[in-house]
């Protein structure tokens, strides 16, 4: 019995990296859960306090679109591209509503999507 639970866990553990993502995606997705798991400390931000209640909103709606863009390009979907661009089109505006754009908010994301164009046969 339980050699079957040991043979099963290992086929897992290979069905996964198996199905992994092509390593340029993946690199993305952990920037994307490094990113989300940051998140919270935005909450606290001057930001967050001078805006209230609308920045927080926001703040929520980024953490969505993170979980998004995280499992779309995981699956290698085409929507996750669409997602990218749109959340990061967004990050750039609300940045310069709220006065804190730099130019770190557009070449990271511009890093991605040149990682992104570089696998883009890969997805469908």
Not at 28 to 52: D, K, M, Q
Not at 76 to 94: D, F, L, P, Q, S
Request: glycine fraction near 8%; charged fraction near 15%.
């Amino acid at each position: 019995m339980e050699v079957k639970s040991h043979v099963s866990k290992d086929i897992k553990f290979k069905k996964f990296f198996r199905n992994r993502p092509p390593i340029p995606i993946l690199l993305i997705c952990i920037f994307e859960i490094i990113g989300l798991l940051l998140l919270p400390s935005a909450f606290g931000s001057e930001e967050s306090v001078n805006l209230g209640l609308l920045y927080q909103i926001y703040l929520v709606l980024t953490g969505v679109l993170s979980i998004a863009i995280i499992y779309s390009l995981w699956k290698v979907m085409k929507i996750g591209i669409v997602i990218y661009i749109g959340a990061y089109v967004i990050h750039n505006i609300v940045a310069l509503i709220v006065g804190n754009w730099m130019i770190g908010v557009l070449i990271i994301p511009f890093i991605g999507l040149i990682l992104i164009g570089l696998n883009r046969k890969k997805f469908k």
